[in-house]
């Protein structure tokens, strides 16, 4: 199984950036997936998670302006980042959640993680 995530950068305050998580050697249809971000030396947090029918959660501190979606047929689930803030910058992963028809908020219940892609913030 490997989960690629891509589309990290560095942008302005108050820009966009939409994250892709592309998954093989799984039947993605079937999983729950989520975003998860790390800043230096701060606990790792979900930021948003969606279930295999498409529930979605979200963060308090991202509600609003981020946006996970999933596309089955690419195996891909994404993320879309707006209003982005300095306190947004991390590492941002993705990772996958076996047969779950609800979405999954605890980290110990994903089977996979994909590696991260950093997410800079900064005027």
């Known amino acids: 199984v490997q989960l690629q995530a891509s589309g990290g950068g560095l942008v302005h305050p108050g820009g966009s950036l939409r994250l892709s998580c592309a998954a093989s050697g799984l039947t993605f249809g079937s999983y729950a997936m989520g975003w998860y971000r790390q800043a230096p030396g701060k606990e790792r947090e979900l930021v948003a998670a969606?279930?295999?029918?498409?529930?979605?959660y979200y963060a308090d501190s991202v509600k609003g302006r981020f946006t996970i979606s999933r596309d089955n047929a690419k195996n891909t689930v994404y993320l879309r980042m707006n209003s982005l803030k300095p306190e947004d910058a991390a590492v941002y992963s993705c990772?996958?959640?076996?047969?779950?028809?609800?979405?999954?908020?605890?980290?110990?219940?994903?089977?996979?993680w994909g590696q991260g892609t950093q997410v800079t913030v900064s005027s």
């Open positions: 990772a996958a959640a076996r047969s779950r028809h609800t979405v999954v908020t605890n980290p110990y219940e994903y089977h996979y």
């Open positions: 969606i279930s295999s029918g498409g529930s979605t």
